[in-house]
């Protein structure tokens, strides 16, 4: 079973610029995380997909993040414009199930961005 | 708001047992959670307590009080590999999210 991917694993981008990161998680899980870890502090939670709809976006910074997941697949997390704040290490995570046994989120590798 | 608290490093040798705490004050709980995340990698998950009491997963052990808001993972025989950063994670609703402590950076020496 392949884990959750992400791409691209590293990015360099100017302030003001757009970046797009994709997550594409586990086949058959409905549940779809975005957290980001700023300046090696605490993993934060973005938001929730539960299949292509947004279960919890309460985690979102401000409007220039935006996320999607047509169809209920692969996620994308637009930032537009990126600021230097945004700049941090982006994980996506997914799991089958939010109650009861086997619950547990898989982790990707997480997306780095830099902004500069 | 939503905080856990465990500590920010502990150093160990090879061989021995370490404790880590975790403290927390959340507006729901649901369960705590632990990963490890080596340099650069995915946090992996390792152990979930939803109820009072140990459990175990060979080297690993998690333990959960919910009347005192705390757990630790029990880590022994510790090898290099253990060397990694650990978080809890507190699971506050129904819904699946986590909230994720700061991390503790285990470092096993020889």
């Known amino acids: 079973e392949a884990g959750v991917t992400q791409f691209p694993s590293h990015s360099v981008i100017e302030k003001g610029q757009t970046v797009t990161l994709r997550c594409d998680p586990i086949?058959?899980?409905?549940?779809l995380y975005w957290y980001r870890r700023v300046m090696g502090k605490e993993i934060k939670f973005l938001l929730h997909?539960?299949?292509?709809?947004?279960?919890?976006e309460s985690g979102m910074p401000n409007n220039r993040f935006l996320a999607e997941r047509t169809g209920g697949t692969y996620s994308t997390l637009k930032v537009q414009p990126a600021e230097l704040e945004d700049s941090g290490v982006y994980f996506c995570?997914?799991?089958?199930?939010?109650?009861?046994?086997?619950?547990?989120?898989?982790f990707g590798q997480g997306t780095r961005l830099t902004v500069v | 708001g939503q905080s856990l608290e465990q500590p920010s490093e502990v150093t160990a040798v090879e061989g021995a047992i370490v404790q880590i705490n975790c403290t927390y004050q959340?507006?729901?709980?649901?369960?705590l959670s632990w990963y490890q995340q080596h340099d650069g990698g995915a946090p992996t998950f390792l152990s979930y307590?939803?109820?009072?009491g140990l459990e175990e997963t060979g080297r690993f052990s998690s333990f959960l009080s919910r009347s005192d808001s705390y757990g630790y993972l029990l880590l022994q025989e510790l090898q290099m590999k253990d060397s990694a950063s650990y978080f809890c994670?507190?699971?506050?609703?129904?819904?699946?999210?986590?909230?994720f402590g700061d991390g503790t950076t285990l470092t096993v020496k020889p």
């Open positions: 995570a997914s799991s089958r199930k939010t109650s009861g046994k086997n619950t547990e989120a898989f």
């Open positions: 997909f539960v299949k292509e709809s947004k279960q919890d």
């Open positions: 994670a507190v699971r506050d609703t129904n819904a699946g999210k986590s909230t």
């Open positions: 307590n939803a109820l009072d």
């Open positions: 959340t507006s729901g709980f649901y369960g």
């Open positions: 086949s058959g899980h409905d549940n």
